[in-house]
């Protein structure tokens, strides 16, 4: 898929963003570059007049074209990737027939997103809905979900920030991050430094034997103290069997005093990797 862009003097748009929506609607169209093989392409222009800015988002793809057009005011508050965003899903929507659920919102995080438009509109549940529904194009579902899982852990947030300030109450107060660094393969959309071999995956019984006696070992050293959250991440960490997941539960459990824990995260990005059984053992710890 080639990506072209004009007007877009100081990188504003850059590629990685391009490539990152081109991926939700063209995944088996993953080469990318103004040099990339086949007919495909994303055509980007910017055209800066004055105040007022001109944006077009023209895609080729297997011989159907499709292009939409906006102009908006630069003043504060304007976003190009926000625009360019909701034109490139408006015309790809309409040459695939698809309508990817979280809208222009890509890579991970969308409780941020969803934060950040709470916040700037004075925590008006109606508006935020609105503006991720209506700008950021999320489903409706997806938008309340985005919202409530921000206010769930702004809330606790706001209660490991009680227990700071309250030392008297929860002396010695720490948060335990556990890492899982395996993959069942590497994600297309993947962004980060990883690597995958199925060599790696047969490391996994001799690391969680390490693991579980490290989480031993560290809670000897914070003996007396109250752990206030657990985040288990990766990595997969339901890339683990049964077996290697109770074991890392149960060393949190036996070595750590968790009677004040307020939040217990595990990431859990693959569906492939997720099952009742699993879900099971994450919810009884």
């Not at 030392?167 to 994600?187: T, V």
């Not at 036996?254 to 004040?260: A, L, P, V």
């Amino acid at each position: 898929m080639r990506i072209i862009t004009e007007g877009n003097k100081k990188n504003e748009v850059q590629e990685f963003y391009i490539q990152a929506f081109s991926l939700l609607f063209f995944p088996e169209d993953n080469i990318f570059g103004i040099n990339a093989a086949g007919e495909n392409y994303i055509k980007i222009i910017i055209n800066k007049n004055q105040d007022i800015i001109e944006i077009s988002v023209n895609i080729c793809y297997n011989k159907k074209t499709g292009e939409k057009y906006s102009e908006f005011t630069d003043e504060p508050g304007g976003d190009y990737l926000v625009e360019i965003g909701g034109l490139f899903y408006e015309t790809a929507a309409n040459l695939t027939g698809m309508s990817p659920p979280w809208g222009i919102h890509t890579g991970i995080r969308p409780a941020k997103t969803a934060g950040a438009v709470f916040e700037n509109n004075n925590c008006s549940e109606d508006k935020t809905l609105d503006i991720l529904r209506r700008v950021y194009l999320m489903h409706e579902d997806k938008a309340e979900l985005a919202l409530e899982t921000y206010k769930n852990g702004k809330a606790a947030v706001n209660r490991v920030i009680d227990n700071i300030d309250n030392q008297e109450k929860s002396p010695g107060s720490f948060s335990l991050y556990i890492s899982a660094p395996f993959c069942p393969s590497r994600c297309k959309y993947c962004s980060f430094v990883s690597f995958s071999s199925p060599k790696l995956l047969k490391l996994i019984p001799d690391y969680i034997e390490k693991l579980a006696l490290e989480l031993k070992l560290t809670g000897e050293i914070m003996r007396g103290k109250n752990l206030a959250s657990v985040y288990i991440g990766g990595g997969t960490p339901t890339v683990l069997d049964r077996k290697s997941l109770e074991i890392i539960l149960k060393a949190v459990e036996d070595n750590f005093n968790g009677e004040k824990i307020i939040e217990y995260t595990v990431e859990c990005g693959r569906p492939d990797t997720i099952t009742e059984e699993k879900l099971g053992i994450l919810k009884s710890y």
